[in-house]
């Protein structure tokens, strides 16, 4: 899953929070030690007192291995483990944890305290450097739910606190407070911020399809596709909207409409994932 935000900085400003150890005279690591039982990984770091990093990871989710290849390889995330205990867990196998935890996104990281307790969490691929800004910013209790929460007491109509807020909800798996919050940016957002109404209008209609309400998410998916032709969200509107109609038993318009949707994006990127549904749906069809 692609991220949706990426907060740079500039690593300097980090010195202070966090310092690799460069000394000659210890041996530098080339991976990650992962830990692959939870309970295991959580003993480490509350015997170490270290914090505690849990990925859940799916082996057909291209994001979790390009998290894996990429920043997990990172020779600054390397690094930073030799003070954290990783923990890697494959939501495929452990299904049942997974859920447990509320992610329904891969690759999924939570960034926890030794004692196993939550600080907040990434969902998707980020690049090593803003991976490592995250975890710090966490850390010190910076950009998550709760200070965003606490930002919100103060200006409750800020509607890019209220999205950021509803996303850290989403990625919980938290879909009635999630679906509370995207409405107060549709309610709050001012005309010159239309980018905020118009994730909040996509994700609505996302979170709608993820709880079976599939006439709802239906009608908002069309309605997003009608009054937001040019977003760059379209396409997944388009292929969302199929699959909302196929989950509906709808299976002839869910055929016509990914058919449709490879008629307007013969290269798109879900193009495969269209292929594939389609062949399902011509063994459901009589």
Known sequence: ???????????????????????????????????????????????KKQPLIIEFYRPDCSWSKL????????????????????????AEKDSALARRHGVSYYPTIIVA??????????????????????VQLF???????????????????????????ADRYRNRSDWDKALEYYGNVLKFSRLENQGESEKAFFEIAGIQCEKGEYANAIKNYSDFIIRYPESERAEDA?????????????????????????????????????????????????
């Not at 980090?14 to 000394?23: A, D, K, Q, Y």
């Not at 295991?40 to 509350?46: C, D, F, P, S, Y």
């Open 67 to 90: 998290l894996d290849d990429s920043t997990f390889n990172n020779q600054l995330i390397i690094e930073m483990s030799q003070e954290m205990t990783f923990a890697k867990i494959d």
């Open 1 to 47: 899953m692609k991220r949706t935000k990426i907060i740079i900085l500039a690593l300097g400003a980090l010195g202070g929070v966090w310092h690799v150890n460069c000394s000659p005279s210890r041996q530098v690591p080339t991976q990650i030690e992962f830990i692959y039982n939870l309970e295991t990984a959580k003993l480490q770091a509350a015997g």
């Open 238 to 286: 388009a292929r969302r909207h199929a699959f909302c109609r196929a989950k509906n038993g709808e299976y002839k318009k869910a055929l016509e409409e990914f058919q449709r949707y490879l008629a307007d994006y013969p290269a798109g990127e879900y193009a495969g994932w269209v292929h594939a549904k389609i062949d399902s749906l011509n063994e459901l069809i009589p």
């Open 139 to 165: 850390l010190q209790g910076n950009e998550t739910l709760t200070d965003y929460l606490k930002r919100l007491a103060d200006e409750p109509e800020r509607a890019d606190y209220n999205l950021i807020v």
């Open 113 to 134: 305290s030794a004692n196993g307790a939550e600080i907040d969490r990434l969902v998707g691929f980020y690049p090593a450097a803003d991976f490592f800004n995250e």
